[in-house]
C-alpha cells in the first residue's frame, strides 16, 4: 500500500447520493455541496446522484434543478428496479473505475445521504483534515440534529448521541474530542470520505440492509488503511419525525448488526451489547 498518494494539493472527489423521491431534502443537499464548492476551489467536485427505484417523476424534477444549482458536474441516473443501498453505491463506484484497470479517475469517494447537508467550510475541514494526517485512507465525522428540527427530532437526536443509547458510536451523533485515528463504531455512511484505493481492496457487501460501511471498514483496517475521525468534519442529518419512523430506524440498524454478527462474530465485542442492556432495563422498569 503507498501511503504517499493519499494527499495532494488538488483533490479530485466525487460525491455519491443514493435518492428515492424526496426532492426537496435532495436539492437542499446538492445546494449545500455547491456552497461549499465554491468555499474552497482546491477541490474537484463531482456528483453522483442515483435515483434507487423507478421514480420517473423525481428524475425530471433533479433534472429540472441541475440547471439552478452552483455545480458544474452533476450526473443523474435511475435504477428502475431497486436494489439495496450498497449495491447502488457499488454501481456508482463501478462507473468511476478506469476501463482496464484496477485503478479510478477520481481520489476520494465521498458518500452523503439525501437528507443531509454540509456547511460552508465542509471541504475546508477536508484540507485541513488532511493536512494533518497525510496519510488518512478514510475520513469521518458526525451528523449533528439540524437547528430547525421539531421537539421529536431534537429528542430522537439526544438519545442517538447519549452514552446510553449508542455508547461507543455516539460520536457519529454529536462532535465529540479532537481529531484522531478511530475505527468503524465512530463513522457512518452519511458522512464518509474514502479513498478510491480502498475499493481496489473490496467494495460494498451488496446484501448488507444497513451497516454495510462497517463491514468495509472493518476489512479496510484489516489491511492496514488509517481510519480518521474529525468532529469539524460534521453534516446536519434529518432525524425521524415520529416514534414510529424512529423505532423502524433502529430496527435497520440493529437487523445489520445482526448480518455483520453472523458474518464477523469476533468483531462485535460484548461492551457493545451494553445500550440494549439498558434498554431492556427501561422495558422493564415502563412493565
Given amino acids: ?45 463531482r456528483v453522483r446522484v442515483l435515483i434507487n427505484g423507478n421514480y420517473p417523476t423525481t428524475y425530471r ?9 452552483p455545480l458544474q458536474a452533476l450526473y443523474i441516473e435511475m435504477h428502475h428496479s431497486p436494489t439495496t443501498p450498497a449495491a447502488a453505491r457499488n454501481s456508482i463506484i463501478n462507473q468511476e473505475q478506469l476501463p482496464g484497470t484496477s485503478q479510478f479517475g477520481v481520489d476520494w469517494f465521498y458518500f452523503v445521504d439525501d437528507d443531509a447537508f454540509v456547511p460552508k467550510d465542509h471541504f475546508l475541514q477536508l484540507k485541513q483534515s488532511l493536512t494533518l494526517f497525510p496519510f488518512a485512507a478514510v475520513l469521518g465525522g458526525p451528523n449533528l440534529t439540524p437547528p430547525s428540527s421539531n421537539q421529536f427530532q431534537y429528542a430522537s437526536g439526544d438519545a442517538l448521541s447519549s452514552i446510553f443509547g449508542t455508547f461507543f458510536s455516539r460520536a457519529r451523533y454529536k462532535s465529540a474530542g479532537k481529531i484522531r485515528m478511530s475505527d468503524e463504531s465512530s463513522l457512518i455512511l452519511c458522512n464518509l470520505y474514502m479513498h478510491s484505493s480502498c475499493f481496489e481492496v473490496k467494495r460494498f457487501k451488496p446484501d448488507l440492509v444497513s451497516a454495510e460501511e462497517n ?6 483496517a484489516d489491511n492496514g488503511y488509517q481510519v480518521i475521525y474529525n468532529p469539524d468534519l460534521y453534516v446536519w442529518h434529518e432525524r425521524r419525525t415520529n416514534l414510529k419512523q424512529f423505532i423502524f430506524q433502529i430496527f435497520k440498524y440493529g437487523y445489520g448488526r445482526g448480518q455483520l454478527l453472523r458474518l464477523r462474530p469476533s468483531k462485535l465485542g460484548y461492551i457493545r451489547l451494553l445500550p440494549i442492556f439498558f434498554l431492556v432495563l427501561t422495558v422493564f422498569a415502563l412493565i
Fill in 61 to 69: 424534477e433533479i433534472l429540472k434543478l441541475k440547471t439552478l444549482l
Fill in 215 to 220: 463491514w468495509l471498514l472493518q476489512t479496510i
Fill in 1 to 45: 500500500m503507498d501511503k504517499t498518494k493519499f494527499h495532494s494539493d488538488r483533490l479530485k472527489v466525487c460525491c455519491v447520493i443514493i435518492n428515492y423521491e424526496r426532492v426537496d431534502l435532495l436539492s437542499r443537499c446538492l445546494l449545500s455541496l455547491g456552497e461549499a464548492y465554491h468555499q474552497n476551489p482546491l477541490v474537484d467536485l
